[in-house]
């Protein structure tokens, strides 16, 4: 029963998290699930997407204030361990 209930809050959290990402533009969504679902660094990221490393962080961190604003944070606090 607990790893059923460990799969649907796994696939709870994907979905959340798909719908999220998908309020970002298409560059912010490609640099955070590069950088936090493939582990990619920010210098592999810009090579992939032909920009400068500069050019990815702004984006990353343009992204990550954007998920930490108002309705976008509401719906990742849920997930997050304390």
Do not use: W
């Not at 959340?16 to 969504?29: G, P, Q, R, V």
């Not at 592999?44 to 400068?52: D, I």
């Not at 990815?56 to 849920?78: D, E, F, H, S, T």
């Amino acid at each position: 029963m607990s790893e059923l209930l460990d799969e649907f809050s796994e696939l709870d959290l994907k979905i959340t998290f798909d719908k999220i990402l998908s309020t970002l533009s298409n560059n912010e969504e490609k640099v955070i699930r590069n950088i936090f679902m493939s582990n990619k660094r920010p210098v592999e990221v810009a090579r992939e997407m032909k920009m400068t490393r500069q050019h990815v962080n702004y984006l990353y961190n343009r992204a990550m204030y954007k998920l930490r604003q108002g309705c976008r944070a509401k719906y990742l606090k849920p997930y997050l361990h304390n």
